[in-house]
């Protein structure tokens, strides 16, 4: 077994189109984001057998995605950085983790997901006087000031798109954000959707809901299957993603070693 600081795209291609979410991240990353990410592959003779995908587009935390539970793969904790740091893991390696890079606040994750197929649920329970619009690029000074007001580290990488390229999605009252939404991954046959986050004030009221119904309704247009991830024990979160059609996909272990940054 090896450590290798870089993947095999074209390997990469072969096992996602097995498992287009689990590796969603890193094809959107190689192509979208190549200076705020870099990869590190565990190879076996001539067969990667897993890989981290090690975010550095945040900006106050490093952030790993590590990708493969074949037990060849273990060797991939040697390859983390320094705490502090948040790993998100696949289940049987969290203890592997923590050996090597000390305590760690663990989080169960599901993956859930949403075929375009299905038919759209009725109509949302979000005040009419909510209007959710995809934003556009002068849009960024409002969606920069509405992430400084918020104290909760989702919204820390809003500042940093651009949504003229990055599709954000913005839910207003009478001209005042009061939450949003982004896809964090298009690609052509998945989408990922992430940062749903609305202002405590204006919680309870349908907001969330409406959002993410925004994105989803994209993601239908464009016929692609639509994926998120949500922590197992946010129940509210859990049956409002359930009443919109999603549905478990997967679960893996999210690590928060002395970052202090809850999902």
């Given amino acids: 077994m090896e450590l290798r600081p870089t993947i095999d795209r074209t390997w990469l291609e072969r096992v ?5 979410f689990v590796h969603a991240y890193g094809r959107w990353d190689l192509d979208h984001a190549p200076n705020r990410v870099r990869f590190v592959s565990a ?5 990667t057998v897993g890989y981290l995908l090690i975010w550095l587009g945040h900006p106050t935390r490093t952030v790993v995605h590590w ?15 320094a705490r502090p740091l948040v790993a998100i893991v696949p289940e ?3 203890d592997r983790v923590v050996t090597l890079r000390g305590p760690a606040r663990p989080y169960s994750l599901l993956l859930l997901a949403k075929d375009p197929s299905e038919e759209p649920p009725g109509n949302p329970a979000a005040a009419p006087s909510v209007e959710v619009r995809r934003l556009e690029r002068p849009d960024h000074s409002t969606l920069t000031e509405f992430s400084r007001r918020q104290s909760d580290p989702v919204v820390a ?24 939404v982004r896809a964090a991954v298009r690609l052509s046959d998945v989408w990922l959707v992430g ?20 994105a989803v309704a994209s993601a239908r247009q464009a016929r692609v299957r639509v994926g998120l991830y949500v922590r197992e024990d946010r129940i509210a979160a859990r049956r ?24």
């Avoid at 651009?162 to 839910?171: I, L, N």
């Avoid at 940062?195 to 925004?214: I, Q, T």
């Fill in 157 to 180: 990488e809003y500042p940093t798109l651009d949504p003229e390229e990055d599709w954000v999605w913005g839910a207003f009252e009478r001209g005042i954000l009061l939450g949003a």
């Fill in 195 to 214: 940062g749903v986050f609305v202002d405590p004030s204006a919680r309870n009221r349908g907001v969330g809901r409406a959002l993410v119904e925004a």
């Fill in 240 to 263: 409002l993603y359930e009443r919109l059609g999603f549905r478990p996909a997967g679960r893996r272990t999210w690590l928060d070693l002395g970052a202090g940054f809850a999902p």
């Fill in 43 to 47: 190879i076996d003779g001539d067969q």
């Fill in 16 to 20: 996602a189109a097995q498992d287009p």
């Fill in 92 to 94: 049987a390696f969290q």
């Fill in 67 to 81: 990708v493969g539970a074949d037990p060849r793969a273990r060797i991939l904790a040697e390859a983390l950085p």
